[in-house]
């Protein structure tokens, strides 16, 4: 498997609080990764400071082997695409408009959506089970649609590594889980990565393969979802006590 992300000795600051310290990540292709800690921990830092959004206070990040600070924005977004937490919109664009933006890495300034640039479009919004609102107004959406048509335009974009900031955020139960299924299904199909912030650990057992733990003292913990998820890392990690459940097979961690 090859490397698309990876950070050496990386540490990240945020006012006073220290978020991580010399952490050192590989991401590799086909890989799925959950990043997991409490509220206010610095999940998003993180994820903003990968995406080079952020410079960190020191360390270094490398987007396939090379610097990503000395990379331009659209030689990011071809191949690191960012989902935001929330979004807010402030032109009453349509769906199909708005989800158009994430072909724009590929193209050329002033240049018009091609018939391709349109199919990618539409074949997105159908993954998010929302072609039929191609010409809605975007302000016309819940929160839960409106997430779905930010993912759409992310897919769009067609990265190889997609950084998530709670894909899951303003879905109900059964959107979690057809995204998250779909999401998963396509990225093992094309070879592709995800990094995921999550608030559901079951949720990142279920669909990721690798986890970073952030506690709130600024260490950190790595590995695979079965080797540092349990009931003694969780507890640790929200500051209050977890157990484990066990059904077929499958591990299910609730407050203790």
Known sequence: ?????????????????TICQKLDLQIKSGQSWAILG????????L???????????????????????????????????????DHEDAFPGSVMQ?????????????????????????????????????ERSILTLSGGERRRVALASLLCQQPKLFLLD???????????????????TQLRQQNKTAIMIMHDVNLAMRYCNHALLLF????????FCNEVINKESLSRLYDYPMRSLKENDTEIFIPG
Do not use: C
């Not at 590929?106 to 089970?129: P, R, T, Y």
């Open 166 to 184: 709670e894909p899951t955020n303003h879905l109900d139960l059964r959107y979690q889980h057809r995204l998250l299924d779909n999401l998963s």
């Open 1 to 17: 498997m090859s490397i698309l992300l990876e950070t050496h000795q990386l540490s990240v600051t945020i006012a006073d609080k």
């Open 38 to 45: 409490m509220n206010g921990v610095g999940k998003t830092t």
């Open 216 to 223: 709130n003292d600024g260490s950190h913990q790595i590995g």
């Open 47 to 85: 994820l903003h400071t990968l995406a080079a959004l952020r410079t960190p206070q020191s360390g270094t990040i490398e987007l396939l082997g090379k610097n990503i600070f000395q990379l331009n924005k659209r030689a990011i977004a071809k191949i690191l695409g960012l989902l935001l937490q």
């Open 98 to 134: 708005t989800v158009l933006t994430g072909r724009h890495p590929h193209m050329n300034n002033w240049q018009w959506e091609s018939a391709q640039d349109i199919a990618i479009a539409k074949q997105a919004l159908a993954f998010v089970e929302l072609e039929e609102f191609a």
